[in-house]
């Protein structure tokens, strides 16, 4: 472990209900650390918003973390939700079938139907895969409003690395690639992550039409992106349609009741 997150954790989890203000001298104490080392521990938190220093010269728990748990929360709700979904996509395509979210550059994986094929120990929940070669990532990339796309794409830190042959690290392919994947409304990733795997992928929106995750299924039957591409495609958007309304999304598309008081005026 890094000593010093270690330390700047504990501090954190000192806060309770029970004690939700703290002195720098009760937390050197409580931790039994020096003051000095405290106080450069709580200014970088405070910097970071997960500590904030009130009226009293005591700290509390900053609004990050209330945005933190927040995103937990919405996590939660959206597995919950999506789950009987994903094992019923699982089933109708005999694959595997995953639920993820974006987290930063990348996607998360919050919940999983592994199929029986893939003969892995463990499951994909709680591993993260990049954005841009994954079939989950690219439905999710090619839905951000244009400043998080450009912000993306721009970012330093992001290198279109190659997993695989197949990887697409050109970027003005992988932007065409996206904008396909926009006007179909699902991704693939044919073996751009893993040899011998391929993925279709839908994107999953909330109430206020913002992207905020993906579903996909996932095999070793290279059909997948072939002769079964239409039949699966259309059961993994079908299946993020459903999780978005159920996620409160409303299509962008005219009512019934609206378009019969058109036809009628």
């Not at 954190?12 to 521990?41: D, G, N, V, W």
């Not at 495609?233 to 999304?249: D, F, H, K, L, P």
Request: with cysteine.
């Amino acid at each position: 472990m890094i000593a010093s997150v270690a330390k700047a954790l504990d501090i954190l989890l000192l806060f309770s209900p029970a004690e939700p203000r703290l002195t720098l001298t009760a937390i050197a104490q409580r931790l039994e650390m020096p003051k000095s080392t405290a106080h450069h521990l709580v200014k970088t938190l405070a910097r970071y918003g997960f500590i904030e220093k009130l009226d009293d010269d005591s700290y509390g728990i900053g609004k990050a973390i209330i945005g933190l748990t927040q995103s937990a929360v919405v996590n939660v709700e959206l597995r919950d939700r999506a789950a009987p979904l994903l094992r019923e996509l699982a089933d109708s395509c005999n694959e595997s079938a995953y639920l993820t979210v974006r987290d930063g550059n990348r996607v998360l994986y919050i919940y999983a139907i592994e199929s029986p094929q893939r003969l892995l120990a463990r499951s994909a929940v709680g591993d993260h895969a990049p954005l841009y070669c994954t079939s989950v990532g690219k439905s999710i990339l090619a839905h951000l409003p244009p400043d998080e796309a450009y912000s993306f794409f721009h970012d330093p830190d992001v290198r279109l690395e190659a997993f695989t042959s197949h990887t697409l690290t050109n970027l003005e392919q992988l932007e065409q690639d996206l904008l396909a994947t926009r006007a179909r409304g699902y991704s693939v990733d044919n073996q751009e992550h893993e040899e011998q795997t391929f993925c279709l992928g839908a994107p999953i929106f909330n109430s206020q039409r913002t992207v905020i995750g993906a579903c996909s299924i996932s095999g070793r039957d290279p059909q997948i992106v072939a002769s079964r591409l239409p039949a699966l495609s259309t059961n993994v958007v079908r299946t993020a349609q459903e999780i978005s309304r159920r996620m409160g999304y409303v299509p962008d598309r005219m009512s019934s009741v609206r378009q019969n008081f058109i036809g009628r005026a």
